[in-house]
């Protein structure tokens, strides 16, 4: 079993391959936030004036 006391396990560096697979999930879900949005943005009823 580990016995690492708690805070060496919390400051284990993030490997490349790590970096790499967040910043492409958070890139695919902005892309997909703001696909959402400009989806919203037209379909929303217009109100008559």
């Known amino acids: 079993m580990d ?4 805070f ?3 400051l284990e560096v993030i490997t ?3 970096l790499a697979i967040f910043e492409n999930m958070l890139g695919v879900s902005l ?3 703001v696909v959402l949005y400009h ?11």
């Open 3 to 6: 016995q690492r006391p708690t």
């Open 8 to 10: 060496q396990v919390l």
């Open 16 to 18: 490349n391959v790590q």
């Open 31 to 33: 892309f997909l936030f």
């Open 39 to 49: 989806y919203m943005a037209i379909n929303i009823p217009k109100k008559p004036e």
